[in-house]
């Protein structure tokens, strides 16, 4: 069984559209108002038998779907500042959440269950689950916390601080002056075009520079260090082992570019 609602409203002229639906196929996609900041909250009932999701923008809004026939959830905001969580879904659903915040300045945040974010445009919070996410700053000044498991994280245009949290990252800060920290695990950071921070910390990590005048540093752990194209700074940390060359790219990069 499964329950679902629909709300079309006027407002001064203008049609605000808000749903939440799910396809044949069992993916539910959300669809915030485009015209009003939105809070939307997938979580569980009581029995956690049910995806439950609730948005509060123009007005309040919950639908319910029976997990047993649920395989993906799409979350999408709107034009606005919207808020975007995910809570105690726990894996019930097995391929990552997909969330898209579009414009405005957005807080995404994830649980348990692995996600797909990505902010578009504007200055972005986004915070991983304890799973393997995906995400993308993408435009504006983003701040970006992978959280625990091996994520993939991109910064692109704008200034942007990523922080990978536990696990073997891949950071790309790309466009912009962005300060991307590996933090534990093992972790492989590049910091592309503008003046970058990058910081290894605990594991033995990859740190390359790419273009602009940047600043590397290892940490602890056995650390390979190039700082590409520009003046840089270098410091492995001294552990036996550390790689250190200003003006090298390892092939992985030479090949990106």
Same mark, same amino acid.
């Given at each position: *069984?499964? +329950?679902?609602?629909?709300?079309?409203?006027?407002?001064?002229?203008?049609?605000?559209? @808000?749903?939440? @639906? *799910?396809?044949?196929?069992?993916?539910?996609?959300?669809?915030?108002?485009?015209?009003?900041?939105?809070?939307?909250?997938?979580?569980?009932?009581?029995?956690?038998?049910?995806?439950?999701?609730?948005?509060?923008?123009?007005?309040?809004?919950?639908?319910?779907?029976?997990?047993? /026939?649920?395989? @993906?959830?799409?979350?999408?905001g709107g034009r606005l500042n919207d808020q975007i969580s995910i809570s105690e879904i726990n894996g019930a659903i097995n391929q990552r959440i997909t969330i898209l915040g579009l414009a405005g300045d957005d807080l995404i945040q994830g649980d348990v269950s692995p996600i797909i974010a990505d902010g578009g445009v504007g200055d972005d919070e986004i915070f991983g689950s304890v799973g393997d996410d995906?995400?993308?700053?993408?435009?504006?000044?983003?701040?970006?916390?992978?959280?625990?498991?091996?994520?993939?994280?991109?910064?692109?245009?704008? #200034?942007?601080?990523?922080?990978?949290?536990?696990?073997?990252?891949?950071?790309?800060? #790309?466009?912009?002056?962005? /300060?991307? +920290? %590996?933090?534990?695990? #093992?972790?492989?950071? +590049?910091? %592309?075009?503008?003046?970058?921070?990058?910081?290894?910390?605990?594991?033995?990590?990859?740190?390359?520079?790419?273009?602009?005048?940047?600043?590397?540093?290892?940490?602890?752990?056995?650390?390979?260090?190039?700082?590409?194209?520009?003046?840089?700074?270098?410091?492995?940390?001294?552990?036996?082992?550390?790689?250190? /060359?200003?003006?090298? +790219?390892?092939?992985?990069?030479?090949?990106? /570019?």
């Amino acid at each position: *069984m499964r +329950y679902a609602s629909l709300n079309v409203e006027g407002l001064e002229s203008r049609i605000l559209f @808000s749903s939440a @639906s *799910m396809s044949v196929l069992g993916a539910v996609r959300v669809v915030g108002d485009a015209d009003f900041a939105n809070v939307i909250t997938a979580t569980v009932n009581e029995d956690a038998s049910q995806l439950v999701i609730e948005i509060s923008g123009g007005s309040f809004r919950t639908y319910r779907f029976d997990f047993a /026939e649920v395989t @993906s959830l799409t979350i999408r905001g709107g034009r606005l500042n919207d808020q975007i969580s995910i809570s105690e879904i726990n894996g019930a659903i097995n391929q990552r959440i997909t969330i898209l915040g579009l414009a405005g300045d957005d807080l995404i945040q994830g649980d348990v269950s692995p996600i797909i974010a990505d902010g578009g445009v504007g200055d972005d919070e986004i915070f991983g689950s304890v799973g393997d996410d995906v995400i993308r700053g993408w435009l504006g000044d983003d701040y970006v916390e992978g959280g625990e498991g091996n994520d993939t994280l991109r910064g692109n245009s704008g #200034n942007d601080t990523i922080l990978g949290g536990e696990g073997d990252d891949l950071i790309f800060g #790309n466009a912009g002056d962005e /300060e991307l +920290y %590996g933090d534990e695990g #093992n972790d492989t950071i +590049y910091g %592309g075009r503008g003046d970058d921070l990058l910081v290894g910390d605990d594991g033995d990590d990859q740190l390359v520079g790419g273009w602009g005048d940047d600043e590397l540093l290892g940490g602890s752990g056995v650390d390979e260090l190039y700082g590409g194209r520009g003046t840089d700074s270098l410091d492995a940390g001294g552990d036996a082992g550390d790689v250190e /060359e200003e003006d090298l +790219y390892p092939a992985w990069i030479r090949n990106r /570019e």
